[in-house]
Structures are given as structure tokens and as C-alpha cells.
């Protein structure tokens, strides 16, 4: 089970490679790719494709600066958010709005596994963790 | 006044546009308090990552897809999805004299409703074991306060002995025995006002014990006055396999702290066989590689890097520890075992044939060794009984062939009689360590043939009887005996005169 699991996700690793452009994940590389595997079946298709579902959503959430909010965010800010995150990783960044009032106020960006916690509820669980 | 109030103002506008920057990652799988994560890309290979709650996790297996971490503390509240946090620190322990007289967890939060730890520093719970030139030669003595062990199985200060047998052979009193003797030990030492004394601080790891036998532990080195220099360090057999896993590893923390500051301290590892447990069974929910026993591939490393953190640092002090491994019915050469034997620097084995015949403490003195040998015993102890373990293997030997029953010549027989009064000499009940004077006087009275004419049944009652003889009426030889380290001509005429008036005056 464990080497089927493996062979599944080299498979998807490879198919995951052809499917960046500029390190960026491409779209019609992707349908080329889900194409492809419909037409050539490789052995345990679910087991590929769910790996190399999870590795391109992995990259497209490096891809992508969510912003969750309390309050109204002016559409600038957003701009000035995507630009700073595209700057601080080197890589092209849009910056998606999400409205969450549980932060009270503030804001919380994540890219990728990466988090910038700048709202009240969270300032409010790290000390309440502290005390 | 309203200065105050700005600065407290300009402090909280500072903190609410403070972004703080954490790396996340989510559960997926949880169970037998290991934890596979998503995410997590920056996390390092021992960090402590944070988990909703307050649980603490350490990162143990770092695979392409995913984290396996441990978690330290309530897992219960714990469910798929929940975000966990990087923290960027390794795990760390309090450590410190505050920690003295205390009962404490893995992570050393307290654990026996004394109120919380005032500790000022904390120490990495992983280290890298002392180096080669930083260690000095092991060649101070460390008491037990077991006769046998002290006569033949010397331990020094920065030894690693491993007390090893069945269960239910005596192997957690001897250690508790020799907690308590370094108790004793400080209490005269400290009382004496000699500077050059240095006391031997405890630290006892339980690991996977019931926690009823944790009380009665904590109980006997309270009755014992012993729990003012011991720090106990109890991860019960209801704690989960992560604390039992780490637990030694904080013991270790806190005894290095005496050590690296000019102080010498004892660790006793109660037991390293359910370490090794704890270990296997993370081990196998993390889906690493198994191997023999099913234990996974580096269990020597696992008790190797925690042994040699033991040591006697140059110009510091040192790190002595006593761990302690089960066998099954006597099989020294199954795996932890023979792992554990050639870590460290001799064994004290404890036969279950000889605890069933009264023979305790039940070490078997043929399979025992210490390989620091008579550089950590006092002079006194070598003159009185250099030729002690040589006597003893000899009359095994002896006794197996009259066994036979055949016509023994007169010397056999001498070594016979000898033997078998050494054999009830060692006899000693548990949690009643003898001083190192109180063992010379009377390993000299063995020597000098004063329990020669004694039944050989009757030694147990004839030693207690001289023990409390010098105790209550020789207090000022035995002084001489402890300051001088070494009997002289004059002190062994003295021990002759005090041996002859205990004879005048017992009838066995």
C-alpha cells in the first residue's frame, strides 16, 4: 500500500512540474494534464489525481494573499497588500477579499501556510495564551 | 498623569498595527497523541509547534506532505482541522534549585499542588552531550550507601551504571537507597561547614510507572528527608507515549543544569525499557520503518545521546545516572538490554533466584560490573575490601562443586564459611543506606575474622548489632574514618580495640 501510495505521488509530482510555467501554475497546463491522464488512465488514477490536486492547491495558495476582515477594506488597500506580498516573495500575488467579523477588528492575510495576524481576536488569543 | 496615559496609548497603537507573521498548518489525522499535519512548510526538525488550547506538539517527522508531530500535554480537545502554529523555539524545561523537593511533569509544570515553580532559567530539553575535551576523568567516589555496591561495584561521579533485572528484583530501591544516601551524605557534609564539600543533588525520571508506585516513592525519600535535594520528574503509565517519551530528556535538562553550574548531580531513568516503549509506539503511529522487536531503526540513538549527556565536566561539576532497564525472565541479551549494557559503564544485574532466597540486595556479583572500577572507591574501602569480589566468585564456584556433596578439605571449607558469611554481611534492608565509615568498620571486622565464630545464620543479627555499636558509641572513630579516607595504622588500632569491645559485649 505504502509503495502504491509513493509511485502515486512521484506520478503527480511529475505531472505537477508540467503544469508551472514561470513558477506560476498554469491553467491550460492543467487541462492539458487532466486531459491527458483521462485518456491514459494510469494505475490508481484517484490516488494521482487527489496528490496532485493537494500539490496545486498548495501552490495556488502561494499564489493567492487572502485578506479576512471585520470592517470594509478600500479596494487600495487590497492593491497595496498584493503588491507588498508579491514583493516580499518574488513571485506574482493577487490579493482576494473575505469578510470575517469573528477578527473584530483588524485584519488576518495568509499566503500559503504563512500568516499575518494583525486583528483584535487574534491579539485576544495570544494573550489569553500568555496568561 | 496624562503622560502616562499617552505613553499607554501610543503602546497599544503600536501593538494593533503589529502584524505578527506565524507559519500554519492544519491537523489531519490524530491519534495515540501523534498528530499528522498539512502545511507547516518552515517547521524545523524538534520545534515546538503550538496546537489550539495550549497543547504543546514537537515535530518529529518532516515528510514532503505533511508533519508528524507528538503532542505533549491534553490531546483530548484536539480534533482534524485545527490550525497549529510554528513556534520557532525547541522544547525547554525550568531547571534550577526551585525545582528541589518537587514533583513535576515532563514539561516540568507541577505536578504535587505545592503552587507553581519559581524557575529563572530554562534549559533545552534536547542537547548535545558534553564533547571529549570538556570531561574529565570519572574518579570521585558517589555512595551508594549498599554495601555490596559500594565495596565491589564501585559507582564515581559522571558514571553511567545501569541497574538491570526481572521484575520485582529491587532495582527502583536500590536507586531510591542511593537518593537517600546522597540525602544523608548532604546533610553531614553541609552540617560540617567544609567548604570542599560538594553535595550530590537527585533527580528521579518515573516513566510509564503506576502512579501509586510514584507515591510511594515520593513518600519513602519523604520520610527519608531526602525530597529537599530530589527532584522527581513523573510522566505516569496514564501520561501519554509522547511525555513518557520525552520525560528523560527534561530529567536530563534539569541535572545538567547543576552540572554546568559547578554542582554534581544523580539521575536515576526509571525504567529506559518502557522509554523504549513510549518510543516504539510513536514510532509506529508516525509509520517510520520497524525493525527488530519491532522498534524503529535509531532506538540506540534514542538512549545513547540521553546516556551521554551523563558526565564529569572539567572545572564544572557532574551528571551521574543510574537508568534502569527490565528483563524478561533474566534475558540480558534481548535488545534495549544489550543496547543499554554497552552505553554504559557497568551493570549492577539483579537475579530473581537470589531475591527469593533472602539475598537482597540481589546482586548477582559475577554478572555485575563497573568498568570505572577502584578509581571511584576511597582508600579505606580498598584496603578493607579490595579482595572482596574475588572471595565472593570464588565461593559460588566453590559451592556449586560441595553441592556434590564429596569430602571438602579444610581450606575449602574455610572459604566456604567465609563466603557464606559475606553473602549474609551484604544483606541489607531497603531504604536504609549505610555510611561509607559505618561499611569500612565493618568490612574490617569481616576481614579481621570477627564474624568468623558467628553462625553464619546469625551474621544479619550480629552486623545490625554492630552497626548500631558504631553508630551510638564509636561516632568519633567513625568521623576519623570518614575525614581520613583511609585507615592507618593508628585507625585500624583503634577499629581492632572497637571491634574487640563489640565482641566482649555481644552474645549472638
Known amino acids: 500500500m505504502a509503495a502504491v501510495a509513493k509511485q502515486a505521488q512521484q506520478l503527480a509530482r511529475q505531472l505537477f512540474k508540467l503544469s508551472v510555467v514561470d513558477s506560476v501554475v498554469s491553467t491550460d497546463r492543467v487541462a492539458g494534464v487532466l486531459a491527458y491522464v483521462e485518456k491514459h488512465a494510469p494505475a490508481n488514477a484517484v490516488l494521482v489525481l487527489k496528490a496532485y490536486h493537494r500539490l496545486v492547491s498548495v501552490e495556488l495558495a502561494k499564489s493567492e494573499a487572502r485578506v479576512e476582515h471585520a470592517g470594509a477594506v478600500a479596494p487600495a488597500a487590497l492593491t497595496a497588500i498584493a503588491a507588498a506580498m508579491t514583493k516580499k516573495y518574488s513571485r506574482p500575488i493577487a490579493a482576494t477579499s473575505h469578510a470575517n467579523p469573528a477578527l473584530l477588528a483588524g485584519l488576518r492575510v495568509r499566503v500559503g501556510d504563512d500568516v499575518y495576524e494583525s486583528s483584535v481576536s487574534g491579539q485576544l488569543a495570544a494573550l489569553s495564551l500568555s496568561v | ?508
Not at chain 2, 569430602?407 to 574455610?414: E, M, Q, V, W
Request: net charge neutral.
Open chain 2, 1 to 508: 498623569m496624562s503622560t502616562v496615559l499617552d505613553q499607554i496609548e501610543q503602546q497599544i497603537a503600536k501593538l494593533s498595527t503589529k502584524a505578527v507573521k506565524k507559519n500554519t498548518g492544519n491537523i489531519r489525522t490524530i491519534a495515540d497523541g501523534v498528530a499528522k499535519i498539512d502545511g507547516l512548510s518552515d517547521v524545523m526538525y524538534n520545534e515546538m509547534v503550538a496546537f489550539p488550547g495550549g497543547a504543546i506538539g514537537i515535530a518529529l517527522n518532516l515528510e514532503e506532505t505533511e508533519v508528524g508531530c507528538v503532542i505533549l500535554g491534553d490531546v483530548s480537545k484536539l480534533k482534524e482541522g485545527d490550525e497549529v502554529t510554528t513556534t520557532g523555539k525547541l522544547l525547554s524545561v525550568p531547571v534550577g534549585k526551585a525545582l528541589l523537593g518537587r514533583v513535576v511533569d515532563a514539561l516540568g509544570n507541577a505536578v504535587d499542588g505545592k503552587g507553581p515553580i519559581d524557575a529563572k532559567e530554562t534549559y533545552p530539553v534536547e542537547r548535545i552531550a558534553p564533547g571529549i575535551m570538556a570531561r574529565k576523568s570519572v574518579n570521585q567516589p558517589l555512595f551508594t550507601g549498599i554495601m555490596a555496591i559500594d565495596s565491589m561495584i564501585p559507582i564515581g561521579r559522571g558514571q553511567r551504571e545501569l541497574i538491570i533485572g526481572d521484575r520485582g528484583t529491587g532495582k527502583t530501591t536500590i536507586a531510591i537507597d542511593t537518593i537517600i544516601n546522597q540525602a544523608k551524605i548532604n546533610k553531614v557534609g553541609l552540617a560540617s561547614g567544609d567548604a570542599k564539600f560538594r553535595p550530590v543533588y537527585s533527580i528521579y525520571v518515573a516513566i510509564g510507572q503506576k502512579s501509586s508506585n510514584i507515591v510511594r516513592t515520593v513518600a519513602a525519600l519523604e520520610a527519608a528527608g531526602a525530597l529537599e535535594y530530589t527532584i522527581i520528574v513523573a510522566a505516569t503509565a496514564a501520561d501519554n507515549p509522547a511525555n513518557q517519551y520525552i520525560a528523560p530528556y527534561s530529567g536530563a535538562a534539569m541535572g545538567e543544569w547543576f552540572m554546568e553550574n559547578g554542582m554534581d548531580a544523580l539521575i536515576v531513568y526509571d525504567d529506559l525499557s518502557k522509554h523504549a516503549v513510549a518510543y516504539r509506539q510513536i514510532s509506529l503511529i508516525l509509520k517510520r520503518p520497524s525493525g527488530r522487536e519491532a522498534y524503529p531503526g535509531d532506538v540506540f540513538y534514542l538512549h545513547s545521546r540521553l546516556l551521554e549527556r551523563a558526565a564529569r565536566l572539567d572545572g564544572k561539576g557532574s551528571l551521574t545516572a543510574l537508568p534502569i532497564i527490565e528483563t524478561l525472565a533474566g534475558d540480558v541479551s534481548a535488545y534495549i538490554p544489550t543496547n543499554v549494557i554497552s552505553i554504559t559503564d557497568g551493570q549492577i544485574f539483579l537475579e530473581t533466584d537470589l531475591f527469593n532466597q533472602g539475598i537482597r540486595p540481589a546482586v548477582s556479583v559475577g554478572l555485575s560490573v563497573s568498568r570505572v572500577g577502584s578509581s571511584a572507591q576511597i582508600k579505606a574501602t580498598k584496603q578493607v575490601g579490595g579482595k572482596l569480589k574475588g572471595e565472593l566468585a570464588q565461593f559460588r564456584e566453590l559451592a556449586a562443586f560441595a553441592q556434590f556433596g564429596s569430602d571438602l578439605d579444610a581450606k575449602t571449607k574455610a572459604q566456604l564459611e567465609r563466603g557464606a558469611r559475606i553473602v549474609e554481611l551484604f544483606k541489607q534492608p531497603a531504604f536504609s543506606p549505610a555510611s561509607i565509615e559505618l561499611q569500612v568498620s565493618v568490612l574490617f571486622a569481616m576481614q579481621k575474622g570477627f564474624f568468623d565464630p558467628i553462625d553464619a545464620k546469625k551474621v544479619v543479627v550480629a552486623a545490625a548489632n554492630m552497626k548500631n555499636f558504631f553508630t551510638t558509641r564509636k561516632d568519633a572513630l567513625l568521623t576519623e574514618i570518614r575525614n581520613k579516607a583511609a585507615l592507618d595504622k593508628d585507625l585500624e588500632a583503634k577499629l581492632q580495640a572497637a571491634c574487640d569491645e563489640w565482641k566482649s559485649g555481644y552474645t549472638a
